[in-house]
């Protein structure tokens, strides 16, 4: 085998082994002005190199993991570039690459013979996700296993296109899940997003959408992206541009550290410290260099971290690496250069470098050392690929020491199956397994940045998230309450969402008004008929049922006339009954008055079922005695007033007297025209029983709090005036008779009183009608028309109890003298004294006191009549 040229190692480092791992590292950073590298990386580069080399040393020490086989190790410099990155992964794939000799023949004519490239059977790395996913296209081609210690692009979690790809480091969309849980659990629900142009940023913040719109809750109010050449003022551009959304405090930032930095330089220089919430995803994680001099405007950031620990060991051995004892390191002389401000002889990469290195110094004694924040996942990525190779020469190597034939050519889609399932314990004692997808489990440190009491400012871990987060935040400015970021806040009890077209985290808050109340956060729903939303407007209550109370002043003043009435009408019948048989009481037809009483009496009493809390019984007596009373005084009174009008009739024509004017015919007539308001009432009873209701509409106000159902029978109008409308015939009958007898002489069975009464009865029931009828839209309409009623049958009782029976009580009490027999006059004379009454009226107004007046014997003694031709109606009390 021919030595391989120095030259195509310089910018690689080779360790010898029976099984050979490449390694890509970010050993430089990307170059400026064409040239593919600049500066040296010392932690991201440098750090994480030797973290492989170490761990190769700490297997190949191990009697235990990969016995008798030597791990070696090809490790290229990615610098920080993707392009860069392939071309140097391009070696190792070299072997699998049939090389054509056939054309080519060396000047003594034999076959070439060319160096055999070392056959890399897995790759380490690569750091930066677009250098992974541009080196991973090729490494499936030719199925060579990769296992990733620091990128989380979500889309290498694609196993159709990088199923050689694996990672020990969770992805970012486990990393954007948790971020959208701490955005939750903080109550904000509107927020902007971040994001460095690139690969890291643009899938981060693309994961953190796309699940935000699958669980829903938080919308973005904005999606910023920060070019990857930033022209000057463009951070001060975005830091205005996310200000125009000013509820949207909060900011999920997937951007590097350098414009990290930038942005809170432009947001402190903007005046607007304390205003933003910051979020920042792992590249912000727990690093000072972004928040060095504006420790104000970065405070209260809540940033994410995988998981980690440092490697104590690796303290140790990186502590004691020099210039002598790691040769094996090409880019460590460049390091130490770097690393302790010196120059190396002549060829040193640091010209204007004042002192030159003289090769004792130490790390960490002589420079500042903190190991980097990946050497961690770096061991775990070698000791993935030893653990599954072990497996994988356990199962085809059997008792085999070294390398069997079997594993001289070991197949990456084997390999592959074997990292898969390994699970152990890595070097930070947490478990590292890989699920279908290649991708380590999400365990991240959610830190926040606090400045305390000192005024020092410091990361302080609050929380972690392992599938679900476990948070314990205090905000900086000591107020319990969590700042809030929400395009619109709660509505209140009551009122329901209208949310704006397209953003469903925005909204305007409408009050259910009327009698909707909140079905639903977004709906308003009408309560049913009898009922009203209660005080918060989020459910439906009964309607408050009222009726007419008895202390009401509505009903007061009714019970107070009625119990007036029935104490008047109760003496006057009590005299009547003890004075039965006094001139006075029998001239007054006896047996009509009583049922004339009897009418008034009822007319009285009707005001209190109609004031009393409606039930059947109550509704029952409404229907009987509300028109009853009136039908009992206006029959008695037409009987009355029409046996007068006959007699005076037949007294023209003939001096026979005229058929049924005796007491029992007068009680049959009088009972006839009642049977047929009862004949009514019963009919009332039979085609529609009585029952109670809640009228809800009379009282349905516009502001449901004043609203109330009435309790009613089930009277309507047009049923009360039906009930009443037979006795207001009767009245209306009796009124006509009692103007046809006008001209009666004014003592002659009470024409004229009752006369009187009629045409005042007729007034009152005149005014009833519209005052009834005219309020039927007035919200006290229950307590106006039940009083007024009352008060009508009332009055109409009152004027028939004054006209007609309060003189002859008078009389009976006060002046018993005249209350004695006069002599009686035949039928004749009554007839002749009413046509000589008619003759000579117009003479009434010239004669003194009334001289020209027949006195007409009204009553006679209690003795039955003579028969004779000419009847006597003295006995027949009119």
Same mark, same amino acid.
């Given at each position: ?571 006057? $019948?009590? &005299? =009547? ?6 001139? *006075? !009481?029998?001239? %007054?037809? #006896?047996?009509?008055?009583?049922? @004339? ?7 009285? $009493?009707? &005001? =209190? ?6 039930? *059947? !019984?109550?509704? %029952?007596? #409404?229907?009987?005695?509300?028109? @009853? ?9 037409? &009987? ?239």
């Amino acid at each position: 085998k021919k030595e391989t040229p120095w030259h195509e190692y310089t910018h690689s480092i080779r360790l010898d082994g029976d099984i050979i791992l490449g390694g890509l590292f970010p050993v430089h950073a990307r170059g400026e002005r064409g040239l593919p590298c600049g500066e040296l990386k010392k932690e991201k580069g440098i750090h994480r190199l030797e973290a492989m080399l170490f761990a190769i040393d700490l297997i190949n020490k191990d009697p235990d993991l990969l016995p008798n086989v030597t791990l070696g190790a090809r490790i290229l410099d990615t610098c920080s570039r993707d392009t860069y990155a392939l071309e140097q992964s391009l070696t190792f794939v070299q072997a699998l690459i049939e090389r054509d000799g056939s054309d080519v023949r060396c000047a003594n004519g034999d076959p070439p013979i060319f160096a055999k490239p070392d056959k890399v059977v897995g790759v380490i790395g690569a750091s930066a996700s677009s250098v992974s996913i541009m080196v991973a296209n090729i490494l499936r081609l030719f199925k060579i296993p990769q296992i990733s210690y620091a990128s989380t692009a979500p889309e290498l979690s694609d196993n159709t296109r990088y199923d050689f790809f694996s990672r020990v480091v969770p992805p970012d969309s486990y990393q954007a899940q948790a971020m959208l849980d701490i955005v939750t659990a903080m109550g904000w629900n509107y927020v902007s997003t971040l994001a460095s142009e690139g690969n890291y940023g643009e899938s981060g913040v693309d994961a953190f959408v796309q699940i935000s719109r699958e669980l829903g809750g938080v919308c973005i109010a904005q999606s910023l992206k920060i070019p990857r050449e930033p022209r000057p003022g463009e951070f001060d551009k975005i830091i205005l541009r996310l200000v125009e959304t000013p509820n949207a405090r909060a900011v999920i930032m997937f951007a590097n550290e350098d414009d990290i930095r930038r942005i809170l330089d432009a947001a402190k220089r903007n005046n607007l410290t304390g205003h933003f919430l910051w979020v920042g995803s792992d590249s912000w994680g727990s690093k000072i260099s972004p928040v060095v001099q504006q420790e104000r405007v970065a405070e209260g950031a809540i940033t994410i971290l995988p998981k980690r620990a440092s490697v104590d060991a690796f303290d140790r051995y990186f502590k004691s690496r020099s210039l002598s004892n790691n040769r094996r390191n090409i880019w460590f002389a460049e390091f130490w250069e770097e690393n302790f401000g010196c120059k190396l002889g002549m060829h040193g990469k640091r010209p204007g470098s004042p002192k030159k290195c003289t090769g004792l110094e130490k790390v960490g004694r002589d420079s500042i050392y903190e190991q980097e924040g990946k050497v961690q996942f770096v061991m775990d990525a070698v000791y993935a690929m030893a653990h599954a190779l072990h497996h994988m020469h356990r199962e085809l190597c059997p008792g085999y020491l070294g390398l069997c034939p079997h594993m001289t050519n070991i197949d990456g889609k084997e390999l592959l199956t074997h990292i898969h399932a390994i699970n152990f314990n890595g070097s930070a004692g947490t478990p590292v397994i890989f699920n279908e997808n290649g991708d380590a489990p999400g365990r991240y440190d959610i830190f926040q940045y606090q400045i305390n009491n000192r005024s020092v400012a410091e990361y302080k871990v609050i929380g972690h998230w392992t599938n679900q987060l476990h948070l314990n935040v205090r905000w900086a400015t000591g107020d319990l309450s969590l700042p809030a970021s929400v395009c619109s806040l709660p509505c209140r009890t009551g009122e329901r969402k209208k949310v704006v077209k397209g953003v469903p985290c925005c909204w305007h808050c409408e009050r259910c008004e009327g009698y909707h109340f909140q079905a639903s956060e977004f709906t308003c729903e009408l309560c049913s008929y009898e009922k009203r939303p209660n005080q918060n407007r989020t459910g439906c209550q009964p309607i408050p049922i009222i009726k007419l109370e008895w202390h009401s002043p509505w009903a007061v003043v009714p019970v107070f006339i009625s119990v007036l009435g029935i104490i008047a009408t109760t003496f006057i $019948i009590v &005299t =009547f009954i003890r004075y039965n048989d006094t001139p *006075i !009481v029998r001239a %007054s037809g #006896r047996e009509v008055s009583y049922v @004339l009483l009897t009418g008034i009496f009822l007319c009285y $009493i009707i &005001t =209190f079922p109609m004031i009393a809390a409606p039930d *059947i !019984v109550v509704c %029952s007596f #409404r229907r009987i005695f509300l028109g @009853l009373g009136m039908c009992f005084s206006y029959a008695a009174l037409l &009987t009355k007033t029409n046996r007068i009008h006959r007699i005076f009739e037949q007294g023209k024509k003939a001096v026979t007297a005229p058929r049924f004017i005796s007491p029992a015919s007068q009680l049959v007539i009088t009972f006839s025209l009642i049977s047929v308001q009862l004949l009514g009432v019963l009919l009332w009873f039979a085609a529609d029983p009585p029952h109670t209701f809640v009228d809800y509409g009379e009282q349905r106000t516009q502001d449901p709090e004043n609203a109330r159902g009435v309790l009613k029978c089930d009277i309507s109008d047009l049923s009360l005036i039906c009930s009443l409308g037979y006795s207001i015939l009767l009245m209306v009958t009796c009124t006509v008779y009692a103007i046809k007898t006008r001209s009666v002489p004014e003592t002659f069975n009470e024409a004229k009183p009752i006369g009187f009464t009629m045409y005042t009865t007729c007034i009152i029931w005149l005014a009833f009608i519209p005052i009834f009828f005219g309020t039927a839209q007035s919200a006290e309409r229950m307590y106006i028309q039940t009083a007024t009623l009352t008060v009508s049958l009332s009055l109409s009782a009152s004027v028939s109890l004054g006209m007609l029976y309060m003189p002859k009580v008078y009389i009976i009490i006060f002046h018993p003298e005249r209350n004695v027999p006069k002599r009686k006059r035949s039928f004749k004379a009554i007839v002749t004294a009413a046509t000589m009454t008619s003759k000579l009226s117009h003479l009434a107004a010239e004669r003194p006191n009334g001289e020209v007046k027949t006195e007409l014997c009204e009553g006679m003694e209690a003795m039955p009549p003579p028969k004779t031709t000419y009847v006597s109606y003295t006995n027949h009390a009119m």
